[in-house]
């Protein structure tokens, strides 16, 4: 696609409830990231995928967060067990092969009530 | 010490004004840095990007790096009221062995006609 798609746009899940996050990234971009904004703060790094290999997880915030991208296109975060502190907006971007410019999909906006 | 410092404004200037953004940042590795602009509601928008010291300027916006002090700059020059957004500075800290960024809180321009 043109750019890089999120699904869904805006999702509210009750407290405990799973969800999961989809990423439809720029289509032959080998590199994929997730990031978590909350309000009034920059996006901050929760995991980097490299075609279909998780590369670095080390900004997932707990076991309750889990990023697959099995065939190395589309990614989904999951989130289980949804806290009240989990309400955020989740981007994904991707990035191609030669450059270093990463570009951010739509987001997905989180509240968990 | 975070590492990319953002002041978190807001930063008020009339119409037609210069507005100066500013932005340091702790890696002194860091190789290349970018300014994404976020209208309230949106997605990190890509501005600009720089590499080397000095300054780039596309159109009415001129980023300024200058690694020895760790610091680099976005101007905005005839400012107009839709440039009102925060602008998020970010840096690609390439010490994981990949490209990702980096982002400061941002800062938020108020454009005042």
């Known amino acids: 696609g043109a750019g890089v798609s999120q699904s869904p746009r805006y999702k509210v899940a009750k407290r405990g409830q799973d969800v999961a996050l989809r990423c439809d990234p720029i289509?032959?971009?080998?590199?994929l990231f997730w990031y978590q904004q909350a309000l009034g703060q920059g996006p901050e790094f929760l995991t980097y995928?490299?075609?279909?290999?998780?590369?670095?997880k080390s900004g997932l915030p707990s076991d309750r967060f889990f990023a697959e991208r099995p065939e190395g296109s589309v990614s989904t975060l999951k989130i289980q067990r949804t806290q009240q502190e989990d309400s955020a907006v989740y981007l994904c971007?991707?990035?191609?092969?030669?450059?270093?410019?990463?570009?951010f999909g739509e987001g997905s906006w989180l509240t968990v009530v | 010490q975070k590492e990319v410092e953002q002041n978190s404004g807001p930063l008020s200037v009339p119409e037609g004004a210069i507005a100066s953004l500013n932005c340091t940042y702790s890696?002194?590795?860091?190789?290349?840095f970018f300014w994404y602009r976020q209208y309230s509601g949106k997605s990190p928008e890509l501005i600009m990007f720089?590499?080397?010291?000095g300054d780039k300027e596309d159109g009415r916006f001129t980023a300024q790096l200058n690694k020895a002090s760790q610091y680099v700059s976005l101007l905005i020059r005839d400012s107009q009221p839709s440039d009102s957004a925060t602008y998020l500075c970010?840096?690609?800290?390439?010490?994981?062995?990949?490209?990702?960024?980096?982002f400061g809180k941002g800062t938020m321009l108020l454009v005042s006609p």
């Open positions: 289509s032959g971009h080998v590199s």
């Open positions: 995928f490299q075609n279909e290999a998780q590369l670095d």
């Open positions: 890696d002194r590795g860091s190789q290349s």
């Open positions: 971007a991707s990035s191609g092969q030669q450059g270093n410019t990463i570009y």
């Open positions: 970010a840096v690609n800290m390439n010490s994981r062995g990949y490209s990702t960024l980096t």
């Open positions: 720089i590499y080397s010291n």
